[in-house]
């Protein structure tokens, strides 16, 4: 059982920047991906950022080259940051891990993100 803490989030202005942090309870290196995922008001979830134990990442079109995804795997914790948000960025965003064989997913409880001014 893999647990997942998010923090992180909360009121930013457009233009402005936060970091999201994802604290998983066990050594993240032996995770197959982490992932960064927001659901907006009346709209599904969607990715927005993954990153893979080996390989790049990947992100939602919508957030490259604003939102940047990282690990530490000493504290076992991955990172979005995000830079220049916008209003559409508002959402709750859940953290991700997928694990084993066959493949595990794990959410942790979300963190919400309000980009207004």
């Known amino acids: 059982q893999v647990q997942l803490v998010e923090s992180g989030g909360g009121l930013v202005q457009p233009g402005g920047s936060l970091r999201l942090s994802c604290a998983a309870s066990?050594?993240?290196?032996?995770?197959?991906?982490l992932g960064w995922y927001r659901q907006a008001p009346g709209k599904q979830r969607e990715l927005v950022a993954r990153?893979?134990?080996?390989?790049?990442?990947i992100y939602a079109d919508s957030v490259k080259g604003r939102f940047t995804i990282s690990r530490d795997i000493a504290e076992n914790t991955v990172y979005l940051r995000m830079n220049s948000l916008k209003p559409e960025d508002t959402g709750i965003y859940y953290c991700?891990?997928?694990?084993?064989?066959?493949?595990?997913?794990?959410w942790g409880q979300g963190t919400q993100v309000t980009v207004s001014s």
């Open positions: 990153i893979p134990r080996t390989g790049s990442s």
């Open positions: 991700n891990a997928e694990s084993g064989t066959p493949t595990r997913v794990y």
């Open positions: 066990v050594s993240i290196f032996s995770l197959n991906t």
